[in-house]
């Protein structure tokens, strides 16, 4: 690679790195801001893993991973319990979680009426970028 080519790289990973939070994440504002793209590229692509977002969105996710396990601590608890705590951790609403149901279905499951089933805990887990054991 020739020193004007990795000039050209190095230009454009700067602009890159402007819009999108790759490498480690150093504080809880370059956290959220990760979050935040995160979540409106998954909003945007859905669970279509040939779209050519995906890989962003994966990546994405790896630092964000790192970043909770690191600073955000998950205590063991009720799943209920935990996914309200991750609610907060991300803003979330019970209208913001498709992934369980209805608003009545979230209700019942923060209420700890009614559990979650196998299909809502692998989403559940995908989305918040967590291990499934944490809402078992």
């Known amino acids: 690679m020739s020193a004007n ?12 790195r402007a819009i999108v939070p ?3 994440l150093r504080s809880k504002k370059e956290y959220e ?3 935040k793209l995160l979540d409106a590229i998954l909003d945007e692509i859905g669970e279509d893993e040939k779209n050519t977002m995906a890989e962003l969105a994966d990546t994405i996710g790896v630092f ?3 970043y909770e396990s690191e600073h955000v601590p998950l205590a063991a608890g ?3 319990d935990v996914l309200k705590f991750l609610m907060s951790e991300h803003g979330l ?8 149901g209805t608003q009545g279905v979230v209700s ?5 009426k ?8 692998r989403k559940l887990a995908n989305r918040f970028r967590v291990s499934a054991a944490v809402f078992v």
Do not use: F
Request: hydrophobic share 35%; charged share 35%.
């Open 33 to 35: 801001r990760a979050v």
């Open 114 to 121: 009614r559990e979650l089933n196998t299909r809502q805990i």
């Open 93 to 100: 609403r019970q209208t913001d979680l498709p992934e369980i």
């Open 64 to 66: 964000v991973e790192r």
């Open 78 to 80: 009720k799943p209920s």
């Open 108 to 112: 019942e499951v923060l209420a700890g």
């Open 22 to 24: 790759l490498g480690q």
């Open 5 to 16: 080519e990795m000039k050209q790289m190095m230009q454009e990973y700067r602009r890159l």
